[in-house]
């Protein structure tokens, strides 16, 4: 039997992330994805002829320095440096275009407020002071509060107090107040404009089962920001996938080994101790370590089996809110849909987004939905919510043809040319997140990013620092702090705690 000092378990991009800085520290390591290709979510895949997509998440970028340690520019990742608008849709066609030089985004804002064209570069300001605060929070060890506490693991959490109490105190107080605040409550310190705000907030709700009103989505916008680094998302030449090919081909240089078409079905314990794991096909596998990149629900109770864990333990892992309420929806065109290029959001009011929610909310597919629509090419990419992983009636197996009807009608609403421009459609339902890209409830985060599942508290109170009660046994994955999104946070910070 092959042995290896680590085996990670999903090359979705944390997992790759972690197998190439462990490869670069000499480590022999072996990266299993049950997939046929790498990336996770983070992946650009064919569904059919000149059908390409981005298929779940569009855009984004690792955190630069990542980039530059793993030297992905040299596999051939290309990051775009000029960024697309954000655009918000309305009735009149006379779109909210934040644009990325902010004296034109400003210029397009004063058709709804005065005031609050004059607070945008204000506002820019604070949110880059924000997103300094969110990176380096994800980039801390969190301490295991409130298991075997010591001083010294506190000190990431007092680092992160100086770095904060360092964007000057009243900056400082903004982002402590935002973080339970809700989004429209954030939104409303600096716009009076509900055209205005409801853009701005609608990234409080992005990838989250909660609503405008929804305490926290104060920091799930101030997360989103600054995981995006604004509002708009980054282009990736080639598409997102390439930051997965590029991760790969540096994990293979460094001397490590990925397997594709590789589920784990069970991580081998003995005596509360993980040495290697066992394949759906049977085929064992011994390891030093194991670090799981999977969500925490998957790992812990399928992977590891709660028959090995402490039942206070298991309690809190099946506690765990995993609400996945996003939908895909792909519409391949002849070109002429008439959507402009950018990030483009129907989030028209706070109140709308809101009502998008309530269907979340009731276990039903939003009539009103929010979008947020990419194109590229031909192909028109439609990010839905909301559409509730458990439905109340009806089944994901005939319930993807509503929330394609619904999208396509909410947009031919603006876009009256898209209707008759489509030639070939692909609907990714909340149970498509979970049976092909192995999301535990079509939860993208691998768990809600709320105030009680964030930090310290992520994935549970007590097992925050990618330990976990199983030796040996890592988690790295969005389930743990410094994910979700993709930045690779999580994917890097378990190297700096494995033994
Ligand atoms: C539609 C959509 C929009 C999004 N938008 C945003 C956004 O705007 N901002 C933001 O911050 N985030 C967003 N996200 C979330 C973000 O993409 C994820 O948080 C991130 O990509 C997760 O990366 P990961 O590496 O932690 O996990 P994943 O990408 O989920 O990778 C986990 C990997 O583990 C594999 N795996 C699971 N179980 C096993 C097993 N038993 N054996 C072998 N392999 C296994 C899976 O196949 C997968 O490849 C979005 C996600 C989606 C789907």
């Not at 947020?372 to 992983?389: D, K, L, M, P, R």
Request: net charge positive.
């Amino acid at each position: 039997m092959k042995t290896y000092d680590t085996i990670i378990i999903g090359a979705g991009h944390n997992g790759l992330v972690a197998a190439a800085y462990l490869a670069k520290k000499g480590k022999k390591v072996l990266v299993l994805e049950r997939r046929d290709m790498v990336g996770g979510q983070v992946v650009t895949e064919s569904f059919g002829e000149n059908f390409k997509v981005d298929s779940l998440h569009a855009g984004g970028t690792l955190r630069p320095d990542i980039i530059k340690h793993l030297n992905l520019a040299s596999h051939g990742l290309v990051v775009d440096t000029v960024r697309k608008p954000f655009i918000s849709l309305q009735a009149d066609s006379k779109h909210l275009v934040f644009d990325a030089d902010p004296a034109k985004a400003a210029e397009s804002i004063k058709r709804f407020s005065e005031k609050d064209a004059a607070n945008w570069i204000p506002f820019l300001d604070f949110m880059n002071k924000v997103s300094r605060f969110v990176h380096s929070a994800n980039a801390a060890i969190m301490p295991r509060l409130p298991k075997g506490f010591n001083a010294s693991e506190g000190m990431a959490l007092a680092k992160l107090g100086i770095n904060v109490r360092m964007l000057g105190g009243k900056n400082m107080m903004r982002i402590i107040r935002g973080i339970p605040m809700t989004a429209d409550e954030f939104v409303d310190e600096w716009f009076e404009s509900d055209i205005v705000k409801a853009a701005v907030a609608s990234l409080g709700l992005h990838g989250f089962t909660l609503g405008a009103f929804g305490a926290g989505t104060g920091y799930t916008l101030m997360h989103n920001w600054a995981n995006r680094g604004g509002m708009s998302h980054v282009s990736v030449q080639g598409g997102i996938g390439k930051i997965s090919e590029a991760l790969a081909g540096a994990v293979r240089l460094l001397g490590g080994e990925i397997r594709t078409n590789a589920e784990v079905k069970k991580v081998v314990i003995k005596d509360m101790r993980a040495s290697g794991v066992v394949l759906s096909n049977g085929e064992e596998i011994s390891s030093g370590n194991v670090i799981s990149a999977a969500d925490p629900k998957h790992t812990f109770l399928s992977l590891v089996g709660a028959m090995e864990l402490p039942p206070e333990f298991v309690w809190n892992v099946q506690s765990i809110k995993m609400r996945g309420s996003v939908a895909k929806v792909h519409l391949l065109t002849d070109g002429k849909h008439g959507i402009p290029d950018g990030t483009v959001v129907v989030a028209p009011s706070i109140k709308y987004l809101e009502k998008a929610y309530d269907a979340a909310k009731y276990h039903q597919i939003s009539e009103k939905p929010y979008l947020e629509v990419t194109t590229s090419g031909n192909v028109v990419s439609i990010h839905f919510q909301f559409a509730a992983y458990k439905l109340k009636s009806g089944d994901w197996k005939t319930e993807g043809a509503k929330v394609e009807k619904i999208a396509m009608d909410t947009l031919a609403e603006y876009f009256p040319d898209l209707k008759p421009s489509i030639v070939n459609r692909k609907v990714l339902t909340p149970l498509d997140l979970e049976t092909t890209y192995g999301l535990t409830e079509g939860d993208l985060n691998h768990g809600q990013l709320m105030l009680d599942q964030f930090m310290f508290m992520r994935p549970i109170p007590g097992w925050s620092n990618h330990r976990t009660p199983i030796d040996n046994l890592y988690l790295c994955g969005s389930g743990v702090h410094g994910g979700g999104g993709v930045s690779g946070a999580s994917g890097r910070n378990v190297v700096k705690v494995l033994k």
